[in-house]
Structures are given as C-alpha cells and as structure tokens.
C-alpha cells in the first residue's frame, strides 16, 4: 500500500511568543482571561501574497490603459509610497474595527464608517481612504494592487482596486492573434501526462462525512460497496488509499444507540483493510 507520512510538511501556528501590551495585561487582569499569542497566522498571509503578488501585477499591466490607473508610478514596497505621486502598488488587506455604536452601513451587519482599512506588506502598511462600498467590501486577507496617492497625514487616497488574474491552465493553447495556427504543445502536452501519472501513483486520502448510522432512511449499500473497494474487490486502485478521514455526524440522533454499535463495525471493517483510519466528531458526537 502507498505510504502516506504523518508528520505534517509546515506549521500551523508560529511558535514564537509576543509580549502582550501594558494596557492588555491590565485588562487580563480584570476579567481573569489569558490572551495566547502562541496562535499567529502573518506567515499565512505572507505566503498567501508571495503567491499573488505577480498575478495582481499581471492584472495590473494588462489594463494599463484603464482611466482608474492615471499613468500611477508602480511602486514594488509600501514603504516606498511617495507623497502627491500617483501610485499603484500590491498588499494584503487589513481591516480594524472600532465596535463603535455608529449606525451600520448596511443592516445587519457591524461594518460601520469607522472602521479603517490598511494596505499590509513584509515592509509595513498604509491608511486607506475608500469610500464606504469599498469600506464595506473589503475584508482582512485579500490580496489587491492599490491604486491611488499617498496624502500628507499618510493615507493613501484610493482611486480603484484590482484583483489577482486567474491562474493559467496547463494546456492553455495560445494561437496567433492574426488567426494563424495554433502552437505546438505536444511536448507541453506529454510533460502535462506524465505528471498526472506521477500524481496518480502517490498517496491518497480517502475523506467521508455524513454516514448516519442506524438511520434507517440511510440504505447500508454504499458504505457496504466501498468496503468492497478498498478490500481490492473492484481493482488495484485501493492500494493508492494511505488514510482514511471520517467527519462527523457518525450516527443518526434518532437512534444513538443503534447508530454507534453499526459505525463501531463498520470502523472495525475499514481498519481490517490495514488503512490507518482517523474520526473528526461532529458536535453531538461522542
């Protein structure tokens, strides 16, 4: 059976601490909480822009001729905005709340005018100065090209956003634009297959959810067939399977007892296979 590793291949969380501020100890303090900052995600975003960064530049150079960019200078860090010079350049965008109890920009929600957007990068960050749709539009994470001038109190006055390109297919056939034939991808193409064979050999993960257990609206048959797959009744495909991930809910709620003893034989059955299996609870599971 294709072996799959179980250490993970990157860090969920940074293991370096922060010190809390002064003003935060002191409200810890008072309401007997603890504030962990064991659990940071920058190097989320920071991945998450290296890999987007030169898709919103692509976006960028090809509308070069918009109105919105106004021959804006691009500009590669945040810290090298200029102030009275048009400029375009690629962040992350952050987004504070005040929890302030001004009216809410639109019903329902807690985005209120208050709130303030910054542009985010490795280098540092800048005030935004958008109007209230773009106020309300803008959530922490997203990566955009920015385009607008920085003022003297330091906010960049905002004149239009672009988004990331789509990612490019891998036979993406480009032809001439004066309708000439197409180019030549069969290397491309041969180089596309033999990677898809690659990654068809390595290790899968088989993911189910939902099972209802003891549900007697639920029919056993497909859970009976895929015992059947991974048993290599169907083929040698099974042997790619290197885990098994199980998501909640295992039983039906209207038959609890019932349930848990049928998802009991039926995890007895997929261990049997030799297939390393692991259950995430619903929450009214046990």
């Not at 002064?22 to 991945?47: A, F, M, T, W």
């Not at 032809?175 to 290397?187: I, L, Q, V």
């Not at 257990?213 to 099974?238: I, S």
């Not at 399977?241 to 609890?256: N, Q, T, V, W």
């Amino acid at each position: 059976r294709t072996f799959s590793a179980q250490s993970p291949k990157w860090d969920k969380f940074q293991n370096a601490l922060m010190a809390p501020s002064e003003k935060l100890k002191q409200i810890s303090k008072e309401d007997n909480q603890s504030y962990p900052y064991s659990r940071q995600y920058s190097h989320v975003y920071s991945h998450r822009l290296a890999a987007l960064k030169p898709r919103c530049w692509e976006t960028i150079r090809k509308d070069g001729n918009r109105d919105t960019l106004q021959g804006a200078v691009e500009i590669d860090r945040v810290l090298e905005l200029r102030e009275g010079i048009p400029s375009v350049v690629v962040g992350t965008i952050v987004r504070e709340t005040t929890n302030s109890k001004d009216k809410p920009l639109v019903e329902g929600t807690k985005c209120t005018a208050s709130d303030q957007l910054f542009l985010e990068d490795e280098s540092g960050r800048v005030a935004l100065q958008v109007s209230e749709s773009q106020l309300y539009g803008s959530c922490t994470g997203i990566v955009l090209g920015v385009v607008g001038t920085l003022k003297e109190g330091g906010e960049l006055d905002v004149t239009g956003f672009f988004g990331p390109a789509a990612p490019k297919l891998l036979n993406d056939d480009a032809g001439d634009d004066d309708g000439g034939d197409a180019m030549d991808t069969t290397d491309d193409d041969d180089a596309a297959a033999a990677d898809f064979a690659d990654a068809n050999n390595e290790p899968h993960i088989l993911i189910m959810s939902g099972l209802a257990c003891g549900d007697p609206n639920v029919p056993t048959l497909p859970r009976e067939m895929l015992l059947c797959y991974l048993q290599g009744q169907f083929g040698a495909d099974a042997k790619k399977i290197s885990r098994i991930i199980i998501g909640g809910p295992s039983y039906a709620a209207s038959s609890p007892l019932d349930g848990i003893k049928e998802f009991d034989d039926f995890i007895l059955q997929l261990v049997a296979t030799g297939i390393p299996v692991e259950v995430i609870p619903a929450k009214d599971d046990p």
